[in-house]
């Protein structure tokens, strides 16, 4: 097999195409036809290669001869160090010739060890000599920690390795192609030699290599030896139940004993312990012929199969001559099988490796890459936010999925809430009934356990969520429940405490004060209210930024930096509401709202039009008496100013607090927290700031090289067999 491997190898075309698809390096992604083990990077893989090439069978079985036939490679002829490793040997289409020998770290090596493995390598010889071959076999015998040429093992030291030594030939002549050698089968250990470890270790890489389905195993059998007593057709039988992919070579047919060439003879012609593939037979170079050539070692070989009773058999199974061809025709045929398997799997890989790139997002190395990177985010939240604000919830997948996310329902309904709390239980005195009923705020993305409260739930869920969010949480309330007392009598006692010298009249100051103390709930009520709103605004933020930007750094640097800012316009809206509570507890109790005098004027009708019993003060309410006295006619008119007033005032407040609190500052004003996250907001950003939140880390930068340059190489490939 000159040069590696003969050039005539089959369909032209199509092993063309195969050559032109490893110089582009798809190899490196697809493992293509005419044998090649597949890496990444220094590590290696076994069972997604396409096509393997392994030869195996027992120690001393003449495994080293056949690859040295096969190969041309002078392997050392006085040791089994070449066989205490798996050996890959490699030839690739070349300019220039050249030989480079490295080791593939086991996948069960620590970082330390793969290190030191990796840095083996040699990639200067020009000449590749026995001597030379068995030097640098002995090196990398050393480096893997197993007996070095001549040393004994050390205590503790297996004789074997796990490890990959790779053997890379290139030149003008040589093809592509790619043979493994692996340790031989033992089925007895030697004391000081080896042990069972030793036995079980060969075994598991020995089926390792050829359980995958795409697999070609060569099984050397010595000639010599009863076939029955050899273990690796039962392993291939166990992989390969088919027999698709298994070919027997027998080795040293020229040391079979007198009379028992015919067992070898039934066997090549498929009489005994039958093949599919069949079986070949190859003569070993002798103890006297190390130092002939390749010409030499055949025309020996050839001369050997002409005497009886070789002459026999049909000259395509006989000889590494003959072998070198059927390999071929083998491969060759598998390829063309293949090739449609090889059409999809790059078809495949090439979209799985378009979707990488997709999830990784446009390239952010630079300023403008960065910026460009974010202004996409800020505009597609700002779109969103939007069709959220406008209640066009079919806009978007993402508010059709996610109804915590329509913001619009979410403040209506915690505006309609308040409006309704703060009618049932914003007074802190009932008008008319003496037991008030309350209600619950609307659902929202709290969910209550049995027995707590929405506001305990609602605490507890912003504590775990929003930590950021604790000074808005409502604080326990401060103020009294429901007077027991009726309306009329709680009058009558502010009343005494306001008394002067008034007559037919009253101290106005005391209609300030009672409605002060009317209304003290209205604090604790509206803090319940901005809680919620403002926790619904912010979980509102932080999950659209999180289904807009997947990348955990990139999300959570640019929520830190938002952070900041959404709590300061929170705060904007907070002290406004401020204001407007304390305008109107705290204030004249002033309306130009002609509902007042209308009410005001109907209470009185209403209460001149019906008789009423008055009462007798000092008596409390169990002397009742037929007239009303002027200080019982002014406490009913204190009680139809304040129930008037307080109407007016209690909707003017709720109103006041959605419009100006929550519509304005909240949603629909120029500096609301929505419009935080901006294109704006990112076209200010300095370059630092830039780098630090959308720049791509060390793992991303080298991930996308990586993944843009196998979707070049695959596109090429793909452009390569359809053409």
Known sequence: MASGYDSDL??????????????????????????????????????????????????????????????????????TLCTRFATQIIFQRAEQESVSVSIIPSPSSNAARQEKLKAFKDDGLKAFSADDFKRILAQASET?????????????????????????????????????????????????????????LVRNMVRRYIESPRTIILAVLAANVDIAT???????????????????????????????????????RGRKKKLK????????????????????????ELEFFKGDPWSSLDKSRVSISALSPRLRDLLSRITRHEFPTVIREIADRLATCEEELRDLGPSRQTPEQQRKYLLGIATKFQEITTFAVEAQYGRHQFLKDDRNLRLATLIVDFNSAFSADMERRGHAVNFTES????????????????????????????????????????TASTSPP????????????????????????????????????????????VGTYLANIIASTHHFCNTLLARLCTEERVLAALWSLLIDELLHRYRKMVAHVQFILQTERSGNLLTTNHYFHETLDKLRLERSAKPTEGFSFGSGNAARKTTIDNAEHTVRDIHDILKSYYKVARKRFVDNVCMQGTDYHLITGPDTPLHVFSPEFVVELSVERLEAVAGEDATSIQQRKSVEKEIESLTEGRRILTT
Request: aromatic letters at 8%; proline letters at 7%.
């Open 482 to 525: 429901h007077h027991s007392m009726d309306i009329l009598s709680w009058i009558e006692f502010e009343y005494k405490s306001f008394r002067g010298f008034e007559l037919g009249t009253f101290n106005p100051s005391i209609l300030p004060t009672l409605f002060q103390e009317l209304s003290m709930r209205w604090e604790d009520l």
């Open 230 to 268: 050899t273990e690796i057709l039962d392993m291939a039988a166990e992989v390969d139940s088919t027999g698709q992919r298994t070919l027997g070579i027998l080795t040293k047919p020229d040391l079979v004993d007198k009379g028992a060439e015919q067992d070898i003879i039934d066997l090549v």
């Open 10 to 79: 089959g369909d032209p075309v199509l092993l063309a195409k195969m050559d032109k698809l490893r110089e582009k390096g798809i190899t490196e992604y697809i493992p293509l036809p005419q044998v090649r083990l597949p890496r990444s990077g220094n590590t290696f893989t076994i069972s997604n290669a396409l096509l393997q090439l392994v030869v195996v069978g027992d120690q001393s079985s003449g495994k080293s001869s056949v690859l040295e036939g096969l190969t041309e490679l002078p392997f050392p002829r006085d040791s």
């Open 144 to 200: 893997m920690g197993i007996p070095a040429l001549g040393c004994p093992r050390a205590e503790g030291q297996s004789n074997f390795s796990d490890d990959v030594f790779r053997i890379e030939l290139c030149g003008p002549e040589k093809n592509h192609l790619s043979v493994i050698d692996v340790p031989g089968i033992f089925r007895t250990t030697e004391e000081g030699l080896t042990t069972e470890e030793d036995k079980l």
């Open 435 to 474: 037991i008030v009923a309350e209600i619950c705020p609307p659902p929202s993305f709290v969910e209550k356990k049995p027995g707590e409260s929405q506001e305990e739930a609602f605490t507890d869920i912003k504590l775990l969520w929003y930590p950021e969010l604790i000074n808005f949480l409502p």
């Open 277 to 300: 593939l069949g079986y070949c037979v190859v003569r070993n170079r002798g103890k006297q012929e190390r130092n002939l050539s390749s010409i030499e070692r055949n025309r020996i």
